[in-house]
Nanobody
């Protein structure tokens, strides 16, 4: 079955930057739009960003604009999520998933497949 592998999370201090990676070893991600979503304990999942299969279009919920940047390197079969100026409220497990196209709704979190996630913890 198709599954992504997220990495790059960890413990970071407020204000620092972090780059998460989304990889797939058994298939090519460029067949799909890929998005990131996150879930914190006790909270619902929320979409973070989405990028088209070619990388020419990106989509962000309004609340995520400014500090989050999604990009992809199809040659390396990797999708990235850059998080700048992290805040404690960014603490969550971050997942990347694939679907045919990005949802027209930027806050969407539903995907056809995703991985185990990578934990981001923001603490001083």
């Amino acid at each position: 079955q198709r599954q992504t592998v997220e990495s790059g999370g960890g413990l970071v201090q407020p204000g620092e930057s972090l780059r998460l990676s989304c990889a797939a070893s058994e298939f090519t991600l460029n067949q799909y739009a890929v998005g990131w979503f996150r879930q914190a304990p006790g909270k619902e999942r929320e979409g973070v960003a989405c990028i088209s299969n070619s990388g020419d279009k990106t989509n962000y919920p309004e609340s995520m604009k400014g500090r989050f940047t999604i990009s992809r390197d199809n040659a390396k079969n990797i999708v990235y999520l850059q998080i700048n100026s992290v805040r404690p409220e960014d603490t969550a497990k971050y997942y990347c998933g694939g679907r045919g196209d990005c949802s027209p709704y930027p806050d969407a979190w539903w995907y056809d497949f995703w991985g185990q996630g990578t934990q981001v913890t923001v603490s001083s």
